[in-house]
């Protein structure tokens, strides 16, 4: 097993640097990347052996902070989008052309969450972008459990974890649609 173990502080260098972290969240261990950095979000589809028509979702510090890349929001949406955030809950929201291209997908919508769980959240306010998600497996497969399974079934050289605790919940966040307000995934 690789022995990466990264602190708050050499995760967001790992993070600045390209690379792949895998990083506790509020229910499971996930792998994540800069968003914005087009080789890294490519280096996750190949580690997990998933299909570029799933999307992955994005971690990010506040609403505020990503509003150049998303179609105007509502008086109304943005009072539903305060009420839920921070917190383990998903949203899907029309992205508008600022949005660089490889996070593009067929739906126009990009999900997005702002995380009330501590270390997450001093990991993105930290590292003062915008973070891939998506859970620590390869695509199909169950969900690993810990550090030690990340790491032995992902043997890459650009993979560190962030030694951190793992939220209380016991699944992935729930999803829902801006527009709709449809829960997608509970």
Not at 143 to 159: A, E, R, S
């Amino acid at each position: 097993m690789q022995t990466k173990s990264l602190d708050i502080s050499s995760s967001i260098e790992w993070l600045s640097c390209g690379k792949i972290l895998a990083h506790p969240t509020e229910g499971v261990w996930g792998l994540g990347c800069n968003a914005l950095n087009k080789n890294s979000f490519t280096k996750i589809y190949n580690l997990k052996k998933r299909t570029q028509n799933k999307s992955f979702i994005l971690l990010i510090p506040s609403i505020d902070s990503f509003k150049k890349y998303l179609k105007t929001l509502s008086i109304e949406d943005t009072v539903f989008l305060k009420k839920i955030w921070p917190g383990h809950t998903t949203i899907l929201i029309e992205y508008n052309e600022n949005l660089p291209s490889h996070l593009h997908n067929d739906s126009g919508k990009i999900a997005l969450r702002v995380s009330n769980h501590l270390p997450t959240k001093q990991l993105i306010e930290g590292f003062d972008g915008f973070m891939i998600s998506t859970s620590a497996n390869i695509s199909g497969q169950k969900n690993l459990l810990n550090p030690k399974q990340i790491m032995d079934t992902f043997d890459d050289t650009d993979l560190a974890y962030y030694d951190a605790l793992l939220g209380n919940n016991k699944k992935p966040s729930t999803i829902i649609d801006l527009e709709s307000k449809k829960v997608i995934r509970e």
